[in-house]
């Protein structure tokens, strides 16, 4: 029983001597987000974080490129056999912005629109693709921006639902 007593009261003292010790440690806000160089494929405002032009996240492809890239291969309703798609998570996006809000709007160049409540959003990998087939997309190819699932892995992803929050030709994301 001593034995086990020493053990413990070893621990505790190490884990407080820890504790003890995190304020100290430096905490690394996320870097600035940079001002786009190049033509702004994507707008997002809202209650975000940071953001790089008068409260709102302008975004062009070398910004959207400079975030982890994500692909996968999937059959759509939308195209012919089977695709690669290439892009950014929306939620990895989303954190980088370090938006808050109940849902996110997604507005096409045609205005349409869809809201995605953000619990959807953190759960489900929804991609913003912005290469098919390893090309640049293009307004013509539902680009530059269109929001993807991974259609061809889930019957779940594969339906009416899921297919209306499929936005191609992706302008801007509202966090509301």
């Keep these: 029983m001593r034995v086990t007593t020493r053990f413990a009261n070893a621990c505790f003292a190490i884990l407080s001597a820890l504790l003890m010790l995190l304020p100290a440690l430096p905490v690394k806000a996320a870097d600035p987000l940079p001002p786009p160089d190049g033509r702004v494929v994507l707008t997002v405002t809202g209650n975000l974080a940071?953001?790089?032009?008068?409260?709102?996240?302008?975004?062009?492809?070398?910004?959207?490129?400079?975030l982890p890239q994500h692909e996968f291969s999937t059959l759509t309703p939308w195209t012919d056999g089977k695709h690669e798609f290439r892009g950014v998570l929306l939620n990895e996006l989303?954190?980088?912005?370090?938006?808050?809000?109940?849902?996110?709007?997604?507005?096409?160049?045609?205005?349409?629109?869809?809201?995605?409540?953000?619990?959807?959003?953190r759960n489900t990998p929804f991609l913003l693709a912005t290469h098919l087939d390893g090309k640049r997309m293009k307004v013509r190819d539902k680009g530059p921006l269109w929001l993807m699932l991974p259609l061809s892995e889930s019957k779940e992803y594969d339906t009416k639902r899921y297919h209306e929050m499929l936005v191609w030709q992706l302008k801007s994301l509202d966090i509301q």
């Excluded at 940071?50 to 400079?66: E, P, V």
């Excluded at 096409?108 to 629109?113: P, Q, V």
Aim: charged share 25%; proline share 0%; aromatic share 2%.
């Design 50 to 66: 940071h953001t790089n032009d008068a409260g709102q996240a302008r975004l062009d492809m070398d910004l959207l490129a400079s």
């Design 94 to 121: 989303l954190q980088r912005l370090g938006a808050d809000g109940k849902r996110v709007r997604l507005v096409a160049l045609n205005d349409y629109h869809h809201d995605i409540d953000m619990a959807l959003v």
